[in-house]
């Protein structure tokens, strides 16, 4: 016998839905901040009514919530895999750019509603959210400890959040240049940035 839920659907069917409440909510957040939408309009753009929400989620802020912390442990997953399946540090970098290029250029409002928003996620979430994006952080810090072994962690950490920075960049840029040369200028750019860390370790070497 087929497993259905409670509401008489199909496991895969709620999921579905409930990723695409997600998606639609993500971008009017991004288009029109948090407390400029209201649940109603959530579930206009899915095809429902606002309260129909509620059977998905308890209200507009476990929305957000959970839009953050699906993306965050996403993207955490990934990098740990992309990092343990590359044969070599290298690897691993080149892997971890292709990951965060094609995540950047794919979810903008993503981007958006995270740098905007997470400070109207409840504190237990914001805090799941954070340690995500630590964890996140250090599988870059660890593949780049490798490479540039001179190079104190603290220095690897900033290196890394400002090439977040520059990948990152894309709300304000989506659309202006086609996809395929947004992620080669973008993955040139970021390699450029992170060669400064050879500099830096050079520098310090020599000091």
Request: a neutral charge; proline letters at 6%; one cysteine or more.
């Amino acid at each position: 016998m087929r497993s259905v839920t409670s509401a008489g659907s199909p496991p895969r069917d709620r999921r579905r839905r409930r990723s695409e409440i997600l998606d639609a909510a993500a971008e009017l957040f991004a288009a029109r901040g948090f407390h400029g939408v209201s649940i109603e309009e959530i579930g206009g753009a899915v095809g429902t009514s606002g309260p129909a929400l509620y059977r998905h989620f308890s209200g507009k802020e476990a929305l957000l919530a959970e839009i953050l912390l699906e993306v965050s442990e996403r993207l955490h997953t990934s990098a740990a895999r992309r990092v343990t399946e590359a044969p070599d540090a290298e690897r691993a970098l080149e892997s971890l750019l292709t990951g965060q290029i094609e995540f950047a250029l794919g979810h903008p409002s993503l981007i958006t509603v995270h740098d905007r928003e997470l400070g109207n996620v409840p504190e237990p979430a914001r805090r799941r959210i954070r340690r995500l994006q630590r964890l996140y952080l250090e599988e870059w810090v660890t593949v780049l400890s490798e490479l540039y072994p001179s190079c104190p962690p603290p220095r690897l950490r900033a290196a890394t959040h400002a090439v977040f920075g520059l990948l990152n960049s894309t709300p304000h840029s989506a659309g202006e240049v086609p996809a395929r040369a947004m992620a080669g200028l973008l993955r040139g750019m970021a390699r450029a940035a992170l060669a400064a860390l050879q500099d830096t370790a050079h520098s310090q070497e020599e000091s």
